[in-house]
């Protein structure tokens, strides 16, 4: 069993905003995997996502914001992702805690890990399950696939970042499960920040909205932040039905000081945070979809604007 986090420590300050660095560890979200090592949550069945975990008096909030998949996609050749470079300016995480917690949202998001074997061709897989108590986690590999014993090199995208381990093991199957393979947490892990385009928060005064219509629905989200690649927006749990990871949204309407503009989003992140004016919020992040020149050119001035505000 490993020892509890410390009371005040950060929760991968590389993967939060600003707003949620800001809040100390008993305001984090309830389902997060800080509580799954603690024991307070437990898996029910193979395949379930976080959305699914027992947590008394969440279960609608949390099917509304990560709902799990009928069904995962089968893997193909653009899911390889390249190894970090040996020069390339990385940062490295030794906790735990943090390394469990990613873990735990690549488990629940299904994301494709590749996985380099010694003097072998990559070989694609995800993450089944995390412990909900000890620091061990279990590999499902594609079909057909094996991993030779040695040392192996994990690669994938998490968020913004590329997320890097490696770990040694003779990689033998569960029982009855040959494509199941247990798994010890990594000591060390390592993140490369793939974000090329500034983002900054949006200012106190000023509109800064999105309004779209989600399932014959009207909704109107505040905005926290925007930069060239897409927006973060945040709303009541009340509100976030139907704002789940891969969802597009079509024809939003977006308010960004003095400039309008229409465009599509797929939202790429929903977490809960604790706001202490508002309270509870859903923190929704997107990315742009098709954004014409034109509406490119209008996110451009908004940014422009913003930056030298804050001057």
Known sequence: MRPHPKPHRARLSWLDTHAVRRFSAQLRPKWTALRVFRGGLARHSKGDSMSNLSVANNDTLLDAIHPAPARLAPFKPADIVERIGINAASHEIADADMIGDALQVLADRGQPLTIYPPGGDAVLARILSVHP????????????STLPPGRCTFVTWLDAARFQFELTADWAPAPDQPLHIPAQFPPTAIVLNRRTTMRLETPLTGNYTASFV????PHELQLYDISAGGIGMRCAPRDANGLHIGRKLQRVRLELGES???CDLEIRLARRFRSFLLGEQVQIGCRFVNLSPQMQNEVDKAIGRMAMARR
């Open 133 to 144: 108590d000890e620091p061990h986690f279990t590999l499902e590999l594609g079909e057909g």
């Open 214 to 217: 989600l399932f014959g629905n």
């Open 260 to 262: 309008i503009v229409i």
